[in-house]
């Protein structure tokens, strides 16, 4: 139909609906995930990517917008530090919504604080936007390491407003070389 599509993916056919951006993406998103081995940290929001990769999650919580208390965003900190996770991938164009529960992941600056700490960007995705333009909305994230390379300091568009990264000299030369940079 026009309003999904069908990703067959070896894990299983999913079909999706079209009115979503990031999802062209997911191919590319599960193969990433894939390659690389133990926990991998989805956030805000899209906990299928776990199920489509074969990769667990290394916090309880499926959904970072339910975790509402100091004590819950501190057990999902503990637990990106404990795992010492590898990667986190955000889908920073999905809009804020808070479940219910008054707190979405924008809410949750201690856990954006270590992940802007302790990762660096390593790659991201676009998608059209409403007015036919690109935007940033998928975010793939490494643990600081010395086989990184520099990083340089860079703020990118979320629903929140602008966040700021680290990445990787060669993520921050394409996000130049796109116009990008703020």
């Known amino acids: ?3 999904t599509i069908k990703l067959d993916i070896p894990r299983g ?3 999706i609906s079209r009115a979503e951006i990031e999802n062209e993406h997911i191919p590319e998103i599960v193969e990433f995930m894939k390659k690389t081995d133990g926990a991998v940290f989805v ?3 899209h906990p299928l990517f776990y199920f489509l990769s074969g990769r667990e999650n290394p916090s309880r919580f ?3 917008n339910y975790v509402t208390t100091a004590v819950m965003e501190t057990e999902q900190v503990d637990a990106l530090e404990r795992g010492r996770v590898p990667y986190v991938v955000f889908f920073a164009g999905s809009a804020p919504n808070d479940w219910g529960t008054g707190r979405t992941y924008f809410d949750l600056a201690d ?3 270590y992940i802007y700490t302790h990762y660096v960007l390593v790659d991201y995705y676009t998608a059209p936007d409403a007015e036919g333009g690109a935007k940033l909305n998928i975010y793939l994230l490494s643990r600081m390491g010395a086989a990184l390379g520099q990083y340089k300091r860079v703020y990118l568009p979320t629903p929140g407003g602008w966040d700021p990264y680290l990445a990787t ?3 921050h030369a394409r996000l130049a070389r796109e116009g ?3």
Request: no cysteine.
């Open 180 to 182: 990008r940079l703020e």
């Open 62 to 64: 499926l959904f970072s």
């Open 1 to 3: 139909s026009n309003y």
């Open 43 to 45: 956030i805000p929001n």
């Open 13 to 15: 056919g999913v079909y």
């Open 111 to 113: 856990l954006r604080a």
């Open 169 to 171: 000299e060669e993520v």
